[in-house]
């Protein structure tokens, strides 16, 4: 049985957001694993994916400011396997810190909070971009008293750990990214395009004012489906889906799926659609969609960003996945040759796995090693 944990809100005040918006009272939900020393020396920050939330470790049953979107599925840690006693999230040495992300629905501020005239924030609630975030959660650590940390990030929260890296280097010990390259393939911001469109094309989206009880879910499911392909290793998914369920088909008026991979990503597009929002599902896709390092740093190259990191000393551990179908390992290595070249201290290590993207979530046993060395400064 996994220790029962609980989430906290900080609040954030009045924030500017990058594109000029202005909210009030905005809030981050978050939670904290371990203690933290009296000089605050052993802080990391840990970002978490896409989708997911800031509840990564224990077993979380309660989280109102996230309402029916708090599933079953949620209440335990999605890395409950890598934080812990003897874990190399080593609780007993390091005290964790997750945060939600902005325009999320698991309790920081989004379209699901409700808005100075008491209706949700809904398509109102400012896109977001990756400084946004790092900007909001900088200022969590510092109410907390934390000034320099080490910063974890896999899927897209290692893109957030690249940007807060470069907005913050005099305050990160290391960097450890995984299953994340620096930059959105035209793939992506394609396949991102699709998604958002496939929610506004349901007629109950109504230009994202819609009531949370009566959410476009038929298109958020679709979405799900467009992206979740990325997500699994696409050669195992017929063996994947054969251990799936049948399911009720909710989502299609007429086609009613006879293989085994459609019923699975029904099941995966509609078992999603109860768990988040649209409109935030919107946010966070655009903002992976539209992550670019040199236009949020203001630096001409990437290359130029980088030389920040080597004048600072920061260590970087890079993980690639080769069956991953989301961050190619590849645009990894590549983005490794970059950090190389511009003289960062870099480790990069490829894992072999049959779990595509996800494996840091199945499988974190493989990422164990490194991330222990890393954390403790070991030279390699």
């Keep these: 049985m996994s220790d029962s944990v609980s989430s906290r809100i900080f609040p954030l005040g009045e924030f500017r957001f990058e594109s000029g918006a202005t909210l009030p009272q905005v809030q981050l939900a978050y939670e904290t694993y371990g203690t933290l020393t009296p000089n605050a020396d052993n802080a990391v920050l840990l970002f978490h994916a896409l989708t997911g939330s800031h509840h990564a470790h224990g077993r979380n049953e309660c989280l109102p400011e996230a309402g029916d979107f708090w599933q079953p599925e949620n209440y335990d840690g999605w890395w409950d396997r890598m934080i812990g006693p003897g874990k190399p999230l080593d609780t007993r040495r390091y005290f964790i810190v997750c945060a939600n992300f902005l325009g999320s629905c698991y309790g920081s501020s989004g379209p699901t909070s409700l808005a100075p005239d008491g209706e949700p924030w809904g398509s109102r609630f400012p896109l977001v971009t990756a ?63 699709e998604q958002i469109a496939a929610i506004e094309l349901d007629p109950a989206y109504k230009a994202g004012r819609y009531p949370l009880d009566n959410s476009p ?32 088909n909710d989502l299609l008026s007429w086609y009613t799926p006879t293989r ?30 539209s992550f670019d390092l040199p236009t949020l740093s203001g630096e001409p190259s ?3 960003a980088y030389r920040l990191f080597a004048k600072h000393g920061i260590p970087f551990l890079l993980y690639s ?10 645009d990894i290595s590549f983005f490794h040759r970059r950090l190389l070249k511009a003289g960062v201290p870099v480790r ?22 490194g991330i222990r060395s890393c954390l403790a400064g070991e030279k390699r």
């Excluded at 958020?220 to 979740?228: G, N, Q």
Aim: net charge positive; with cysteine; hydrophobic share 40%.
């Design 321 to 330: 996945i080769d069956t991953d179908c989301c961050f190619r390992p590849r």
């Design 302 to 304: 990437l290359q130029s």
């Design 217 to 248: 879910r038929r298109g958020l499911a679709l979405a799900r489906i467009i992206c979740h392909k990325l997500f699994v290793y696409q050669r195992g998914l017929e063996q994947r889906a054969r251990r799936g369920v049948t399911v009720r």
């Design 348 to 369: 990069y290590i490829r894992i072999r796995s049959e779990k595509g993207h996800d494996s840091f979530l199945l499988e974190p046993e493989l990422y164990e090693q």
């Design 131 to 193: 400084n946004d975030q790092v900007r909001a959660q900088v200022r969590l650590l510092e109410s907390l008293g934390i000034e320099r940390f080490s910063v974890v990030g896999p899927s897209v929260g290692g893109m957030l750990s690249l940007a807060l890296t470069h907005m913050y280097p005099e305050r990160v010990k290391c960097a450890i990214l995984i299953g994340v390259s620096d930059f959105s393939p035209i793939e992506h911001k394609l396949s991102v395009f």
């Design 260 to 289: 085994s991979t459609e019923s699975y990503m029904i099941h995966q597009g509609i078992k999603f659609a109860k768990r988040f929002d649209a409109n935030a599902y919107i946010r966070i896709v655009n903002m992976w969609a």
